[in-house]
């Protein structure tokens, strides 16, 4: 059985979600107040909690019909997280001559620091990609399952690959059981139905 299924969860539950990206950071505090701070991760995990997403009787049953298809935290899913989920002229690269092969990231940029992120997931159909401002529209390949890009003919010595495009966080659910409160014939809730983004 496979671990993620390549099917973008409701975007009408995840509208009106909860959560974001975060970090893990030791931090240590000398007996002078001075702290020591180490960075675990080079890249955020996100976590997510779609139960304020869940606003009618239909869309409580897509919940429960995707949560039984996942089989709780066993399988992995696309989601859009609303907040972050496109990126604009981003540039990916610098060519060589010889690499035929790129990985779509997106760069934050905050003054002079920048924080580079892996996409891996890339909606199918909004992947633009651009040599030195020129758009390709034929020689290069996406692969929307690693948001691997690859060129028929290694992009010049030099040249700025840059690309436009939309992408979703993969994630799983981070729990095994749905506690629903029915509040009334038609009218449910959820407390938390936690999401954690997974490595790809």
């Not at 606003?55 to 899913?77: V, Y």
């Not at 905050?110 to 909004?126: E, F, H, L, M, Y």
């Amino acid at each position: 059985m496979t671990d993620f299924i390549e099917m973008q969860f409701h975007t009408d539950i995840s509208y009106g979600a909860k959560g974001g990206p975060g970090f893990s950071t030791d931090v240590v505090t000398t007996f002078s107040g001075h702290e020591q701070r180490n960075i675990n991760w080079s890249q955020s995990r996100a976590h997510y909690n779609i139960a304020s997403g869940v606003k009618s009787e239909s869309q409580w049953h897509a919940l429960i019909a995707f949560f039984r298809t996942c089989r709780g935290r066993a399988m992995g899913f696309r989601y859009k997280d609303w907040s972050d989920y496109k990126g604009i002229n981003e540039s990916i690269a610098i060519g060589d001559g010889l690499l035929t092969e790129f990985q779509l990231v997106k760069i934050y940029v905050s003054g002079s620091i920048a924080n580079s992120r892996i996409i891996t997931k890339p909606v199918p159909g909004t992947v633009k990609i651009y040599i030195d401002s020129i758009l390709q529209t034929s020689g290069v390949t996406i692969d929307n399952a690693t948001g691997i890009i690859t060129f028929a003919v290694a992009p010049e010595d030099e040249s700025l690959i840059a690309a436009d495009f939309e992408f979703d966080v993969p994630v799983r659910f981070d729990t095994d059981q749905l506690d629903l409160s029915v509040d009334a014939y038609d009218a449910g809730r959820w407390d938390s139905i936690p999401l954690v983004e997974v490595r790809i």
